[in-house]
């Protein structure tokens, strides 16, 4: 039991450190900027930041949420993006033990946290952050398997949005909600890919009545919806078969 809770906690803190270059990921990538150089630096000044100012969370809270130099704010954004992935990566862990490719499923739902995070702010899903989900995904015990469920379901998805585009005498659906497919079809497999898609709209429902007129991004509650439906696919398949068989 307490070596679970220590591996728990080593797995948690390896997620901050995840989180920290996701937020690297999320302020750049929609910038057209290198995630690699320069090296971090404050938003208000300018100044390069030391490594001590980058410990995930700890430097946010020892800093008192400002910058080392000028004293502006930090966005509270990194420090709740440090431990929220830090949590993905727990969970997971929680639900898979310590097999080969836990860091594999990890790295892709932070990829899909990433484009969550950039599809919120900027209501655009970059391709390179959106495909390495998808890459990530595809790495597990069964890769045939994986890759023919991630091209069915991206496939299938594909054909509903250009129907759709079709009746509706416009664009229904994007390329970036079609490649996300794949990554779920890829993590979840059938039927629970359809779960977390029903799932997804009902998520989204609320917010996009609330916001009839600007809209709302999809993709952040089909990867909300993945995420808890991969963690509780079990609990998820019965339901399903309870709906359909009763």
Known sequence: ????????????VFGTMIGSFLNVVIYRIPKAESIVFPSSK?????????WYHN????????LGGKCAFCKEPIAKQYPMVEFVTGIIFTALYIKLGLVWYLPFVAASFSALFALVMIDFKYMAVPDNVNFAALLFALVQPDFI???????IAAGGLYLIGLLSSLLARKQAMGGADVIVAGTMGALLGFPNFFVALFLSALLAMIPALVNRKTGVPFVPFLALATFIVYLYDQEAAKLLETIIYG
């Open 42 to 50: 404050c938003q208000s000044c300018q100044t390069p930041l030391k």
């Open 145 to 151: 398997s994986g890759a023919m469920l991630a091209a």
């Open 55 to 62: 410990i995930p969370i700890f430097s946010w809270l020892f």
């Open 1 to 12: 039991m307490l070596e679970t809770i220590l591996t728990g906690l080593v797995v948690f």
